[in-house]
C-alpha cells in the first residue's frame, strides 16, 4: 500500500541533483494489522493464569477458593518450581520462563499444580486427622502451553472428594485473609505458628467441630452436612479460637458455658450468612438458618447433654444473634424469648463477651453497651428474662 506523504526534510547526496519532483516522495509502507492475542510482557515470560474453583452443594455451582497455596511445576529446561497463591477471586498468576520455541510449538510440557491447603502468611493450615502435614491435592494440567500464551483462564474444578476440605478452606479464608464487613471487628491474627484444623475423618455424630484450648487447634468431622453448614461450624470453631486467643483469661472462666456457644454460635451465624449473601443468596424465609448456628428455636428449658459430647444443648443459645438480627422469632414460635431488639453491630458483640466472666458480668455489660442505644430498658429487661431464667435453673 502507497501513501503520499508531505516532506518534513530528505537526506541527498551532494554529488547528485536534486530530482524533478512536486515536494513529495513515494515511499513503499507497511501498516501493522493488530494482533488478534495480547503481546508478551517479555519475550522470554510466559504469564499462566487460571482460577481455582471448588462446587458449593449448597449454591449448587463453583465458586471461588481463594488463599491456596500454589506449587506449580513445568518440566523445561531447566526445570521449574515455583509457587505463588490465590486471590480472593479464586485467581492466580504465574510467570514462568519458558523458551519461546517451545511455546511456539505449542509442544506438551509436563505440568503439575499441587494446591495445598495451607494459608500463605501462616495463619492456619488443614491438616488430616492428627497429622500436622498440610493436605495437598495435586492437578496434572494438560493443556498445551501455547494456549495460555493467548491469555485463556482455565478454570482448575477440585473433584468432590475434596470438597470438605474446601470448603474448611474457604470458611478460614474468609476469616483470616479475607474481605468480610467485620474485619475490623474481630481479631484475624492467629497464634505463632497458626491455628491448626483437622478434616477429621470420624463422622462426630451430632457435633459438627470441636475446639480443643489445650493444642489450640480445631477438629471438623465427617458428617453428612451441606456445604453451608460445614462453612458455619467452621466459623463456629473459629469463634472459639479467637475468644481463647485474644482472651483467654477471661475464656478459661467461660469455655463451655452458655456465653461460650453462644458467642461461637453467632460468628457462624453472621458470618456465614454474610459470606453467602456475598455469592448472591437471599433469604426467602425467617426460619432459614444456612450455617447451622441461628439457634432459632433455643427456650429457657433447653437443656440436656449432647449424644457423643460433654456439651449442652441449652449452651448453644440466640443469646448474641438475637441482638443482631431483624427477626423476630416469637412470631413463629411462643416460647423462645421476646426479641425486641436489633441491629446491635458485632464491635458490639465483641466488647461484651471479652468483658464477661459469667452471666451476671455479661447482664451488666450488655445493658450498659445497647441501652439506650439499641433499646429502652423495658425491652431489654424482656430480653434477658429467659436467659435469667435459665441461669437460675440449670447454671448453678
Not at 520462563?97 to 511456539?104: V, Y
Not at 450468612?273 to 426460619?287: P, Q
Request: proline share 7%.
Amino acid at each position: 500500500q502507497t501513501f503520499q506523504l508531505p516532506i518534513l526534510y530528505a537526506v541527498w547526496p551532494v554529488e547528485k541533483p536534486l530530482p524533478e519532483m512536486e515536494h513529495v516522495i513515494d515511499h513503499e509502507i507497511t501498516r501493522p494489522v493488530r494482533a488478534q492475542t495480547m503481546a508478551w510482557p517479555d519475550p522470554e515470560t510466559l504469564p499462566l493464569r487460571g482460577y481455582l474453583k471448588t462446587f458449593d452443594n449448597f449454591l449448587g455451582r463453583n465458586v471461588p477458593l481463594p488463599y491456596v497455596k500454589i506449587r506449580y511445576e513445568i518440566d523445561t529446561h531447566p526445570y521449574q518450581r515455583l509457587e505463588t497463591h490465590t486471590s480472593s477471586d479464586g485467581s492466580f498468576v504465574l510467570k514462568t520462563l519458558i523458551p519461546m520455541s517451545e511455546t511456539n510449538n505449542y509442544e506438551r510440557l509436563s505440568q503439575v499444580c499441587t494446591f495445598v491447603f495451607e494459608d500463605p502468611m501462616g495463619k492456619w493450615r488443614i491438616t488430616n486427622d492428627d497429622v500436622n502435614v498440610p493436605l495437598t491435592f495435586t492437578y496434572n494440567v494438560s493443556l498445551p502451553v501455547g494456549r495460555f500464551a493467548t491469555y485463556e483462564s482455565p478454570d482448575f474444578i477440585l473433584p468432590a472428594d475434596n470438597r470438605r476440605t474446601s470448603v474448611i478452606q474457604r470458611a478460614a479464608s474468609y476469616f483470616f485473609s479475607s474481605y468480610y464487613d467485620s474485619q475490623k471487628v474481630f481479631p484475624k491474627d492467629s497464634r505463632p505458628g497458626g491455628v491448626r484444623i483437622m478434616a477429621h475423618s470420624d463422622s462426630g455424630g451430632s457435633v459438627g467441630g470441636s475446639f480443643n484450648p489445650g493444642s489450640e487447634s480445631i477438629k471438623m468431622y465427617n458428617g453428612n452436612s451441606s456445604d453451608s453448614e460445614i462453612f458455619g461450624a467452621t466459623l463456629h470453631e473459629i469463634g472459639h479460637f479467637i475468644h481463647y486467643w485474644e482472651d483467654y483469661y477471661n475464656f478459661d472462666a467461660t469455655f463451655w458455658s452458655l456465653l461460650s456457644e453462644s458467642f461461637a454460635s453467632y460468628v457462624g451465624w453472621y458470618l456465614g450468612e454474610e459470606y453467602y449473601t456475598l455469592l448472591g443468596w437471599r433469604r426467602v424465609s425467617d426460619s432459614q438458618n444456612i450455617s447451622g448456628n441461628s439457634r432459632q428455636s433455643w427456650t429457657k428449658d433447653t437443656y440436656g447433654r449432647i449424644p457423643g459430647s460433654l456439651s449442652n444443648w441449652g449452651w448453644y443459645s440466640p443469646l448474641f444473634i438475637d441482638l443482631t438480627d431483624t427477626v423476630n422469632q416469637q412470631t413463629n414460635y411462643s416460647k423462645v424469648p421476646i426479641d425486641g431488639i436489633q441491629n446491635v453491630p458485632p464491635a458490639v458483640i465483641w466488647d461484651i463477651i471479652t468483658n464477661s466472666t459469667s452471666w451476671n458480668l455479661c447482664r451488666q455489660v450488655m445493658k450498659e453497651r445497647i441501652v439506650p442505644q439499641y433499646c429502652t430498658e423495658s425491652q431489654f429487661n424482656d430480653y434477658v428474662a429467659d436467659y435469667d431464667y435459665w441461669h437460675n435453673t440449670y447454671d448453678n
